[in-house]
């Protein structure tokens, strides 16, 4: 009996530079098992060709590790944002249990992450992110012309406050999926408040801790959070952000009546 | 020699911008936002309805707690500072705060999400009410004021027309539960429940409360249209604009008690 060959059908939407306007592009890729959205991907740039046949440029996408932890791969799968790299393409055609056969009929559908400048196809310029760790001071400041010593020691109640925390890759589903992180209120986003939780809590860290609950009260600072808790949803390392968001949003409002009375 | 050609102006970046350090208002603002919303304006709401509840006992009842709520001093004072104007920065900011919200719950269909549109929607669904409300009640019609016999009538009337009692009955739900999820959303926002069993919990706990302080809003309408069909004028003497002193009582010299002449104690 001749086996039908099993495919895979993709929908892309690519955009060629930052200001290209976005097409969508269809493929069809030989089905395996196990296979993720990465290895799918890396499957199209073997055979660029579009399900009609026609030739056509391989995707263009950030990634790197592979394994959910660089951050890179972000993007819209099936509409939600995902990490490429744990996006297991037999679960998003239905086999969500071991055993259960995917429904290849369905179509997967990649898109750019929508709420950052596109550079090309799925990659997405993030420099925001970038640009928010800087404003909080997301660091501990230890570099002298000297030798600083030892750093002071750390609780292991503290350290594991701060574990969780420090698990933040920067793939910025969390700023993605919030309502509030738009052009409109140029939200901070809830990723830049908790690394502001994770080094006000550092031992070291926290000299800098005023000036991080100050940066937070700027505008797109911590008030603009709506509660809507798609963060913690989406977060593919299960940061707990919306308790960081939380305890930051006491901390900023504390620093801000002391500094009425006492600046 | 020429002057060096200046450095590049700093690239503004494309799409959202990042955070502002050190400029603007908008903490304090929101955060007057949020603390509005229960004090002063979620405090009238449980006194509005808990004064409404008194229709349960006919229009009597409910015009003396009307006459004892503007005998208050300073009453019109109260009402402007800790009621029209609260409410008005609450619904504007509030709607300005709506309109910059990018709702995606067709997209992530979670409660929380939910949570955050249902709390625009109700709240924008409480400003229109509230505004028609307030026009129609207070500012148009007999002034209850100053006639606060007319309280149940005036409100009975207009209840009569159904399309307004379902307009009333979906407010009041809406309102409710604007208010409710509003003090789960400050206790979470302040960093009162920074826990996720501590937001549970007094999940549970906004939950009852808005659930009991909406069916004794739906209970003063049932008052009002069911419960006292008809319902006549109560007799009561008008309340008058400013203090009416009692006629004064005449001292006879060298009485201590003016009840009991001629004798000193």
């Known amino acids: ?3 039908v060959a099993k495919t895979i059908k993709v929908e892309i939407k690519r955009q060629s530079s930052p ?10 890729i030989p089905y395996r098992p196990n296979m993720n959205i990465t290895s799918l991907l890396g499957e199209i740039a073997l055979n660029p060709k579009t399900i009609t046949g026609a030739d056509t440029t391989p995707i263009t996408y950030d990634s790197n590790c592979l394994e959910e932890i660089c951050g890179s791969c972000a993007m819209l799968i099936n509409g939600k944002a995902m990490m490429a790299c744990s996006a ?23 898109a750019p992450l929508s709420k950052f400048p596109v550079v090309r196809d799925l990659a997405v310029d993030r420099s925001v992110l970038f640009e928010n760790l800087k404003a909080v001071k997301a660091w501990v400041p230890i570099d002298g012309t000297y030798d600083l010593g030892a750093g002071p020691k750390q609780h292991p109640q503290i350290q594991e406050q701060r574990y969780p925390l420090s ?8 700023m993605e999926v919030c309502p509030q992180f738009n052009d409109a209120t140029g939200f901070v986003g809830a990723a830049t408040i908790a690394q502001a939780k994770l080094f006000n809590m550092d031992p070291a860290g926290s000299v800098l801790k005023e ?4 940066a937070l009260a700027g505008d797109g600072g911590i008030q603009e959070c709506g509660f809507a808790q798609n963060c913690v949803q989406a977060c593919p390392k299960g940061l707990p952000l919306t308790e960081a968001i939380s305890d930051m949003g006491r901390d900023v409002f504390v620093q801000q009546v002391k500094d009425f009375f006492t600046r | 020699m020429a002057a060096a050609a200046p450095p590049a102006l700093p690239t503004k970046l494309k799409g959202v911008q990042p955070l502002r350090t050190g400029e603007g208002h908008s903490f304090l603002w929101r955060r007057l936002h949020s603390l509005s919303g229960i004090i002063p304006i979620g405090a009238f709401l449980v006194e509005h309805i808990v004064s409404n509840f008194e229709t349960w006992n006919g229009p009597l009842a ?10 208050l001093p300073l009453v019109r004072i109260l009402e402007w500072a800790f009621i029209f104007i609260p409410l008005a920065f609450h619904a504007l ?8 919200g990018r709702a995606s719950v067709n997209v992530y269909p979670w409660a929380g999400n939910w949570g955050y549109v249902m709390q625009r929607v109700t709240g924008i669904i409480a400003l229109l009410y509230i505004g028609y409300h307030v026009w129609t009640q207070r500012f148009s019609g007999v002034s209850l004021p100053e006639n606060p016999a007319y309280a149940f009538h005036k409100v009975q009337v207009e209840l009569s027309n159904p399309w307004i009692l379902a307009v009333y009955v979906i ?7 604007h208010f409710a999820y509003g003090i789960w959303l400050f206790a979470a926002k302040w960093g009162i429940t920074p826990g996720n069993e501590a937001r549970k919990k007094f999940g549970y706990v906004c939950a009852a409360g808005g659930t009991a302080l909406c069916f004794l809003g739906l209970i003063a309408i049932y008052s009002v249209v069911w419960k006292y069909p008809n319902a006549p004028i109560p007799s009561m003497a008008p309340q008058p604009a400013g203090i009416t002193e009692p006629a004064p009582v005449v001292v006879t010299p060298g009485t201590t008690n003016p009840s009991q002449p001629g004798q000193v104690q």
């Open chain 2, 171 to 177: 407010a009041m739900i809406a309102t409710c539960w």
């Open chain 1, 88 to 110: 297991l393409v037999d679960k998003l055609l239905g086999a969500h249990e071991h055993g259960q056969q995917p429904d290849l009929a369905k179509t997967i559908t990649l």
């Open chain 1, 1 to 3: 009996m001749a086996a």
């Open chain 1, 167 to 174: 698990n933040c890759i920067s793939c910025t589903i969390c």
């Open chain 2, 93 to 100: 900011y509030g709607v300005w705060i709506a309109f910059r």
């Open chain 2, 62 to 71: 409910y015009a003396q707690q009307v006459k004892f709520l503007n005998s």
């Open chain 1, 19 to 28: 200001d290209a306007k976005a097409v969508t592009e269809s493929f069809e």
């Open chain 1, 211 to 214: 000036e991080r609950l100050r």
